[in-house]
């Protein structure tokens, strides 16, 4: 069963919170998750006044890499699972009911 994120330390929690304040960074050609853009993390750390930014950036960190992982082994999946199923359907063979 997953941990909630209350169960965490609060160091934690709130680095999943500011975490989420940040947008997605998506490759536009291939659809690609680039993970988050971390151009405002400095206005997030000074609004919720974080005082240990090294620590939560840290934590912060390492959560992306993790969903940057996933996302990137999910969309693998997904490549494989489409091209299989265009080989499958590309090889059909067509037979016509031909009396004459």
Do not use: C
Request: aromatic share 12%; no cysteine; glycine share 6%.
């Amino acid at each position: 069963m997953p941990l909630e994120t209350s169960e965490f330390p609060d160091e934690i929690q709130v680095a999943f919170l500011i975490f989420g304040y940040l947008s997605d960074r998506w490759d536009g050609m291939s659809g690609t998750y680039m993970g988050k853009d971390w151009s405002t993390i400095n206005d997030l750390f000074n609004l919720f006044e974080i005082e240990d930014k090294k620590t939560l950036l840290y934590f912060m960190k390492i959560w992306e890499s993790i969903i940057v992982t996933n996302k990137s082994e999910e969309q693998e999946r997904k490549r494989k699972a489409d091209e299989r199923k265009r080989q499958h359907s590309s090889g059909k063979t067509y037979t016509h009911n031909v009396q004459g």
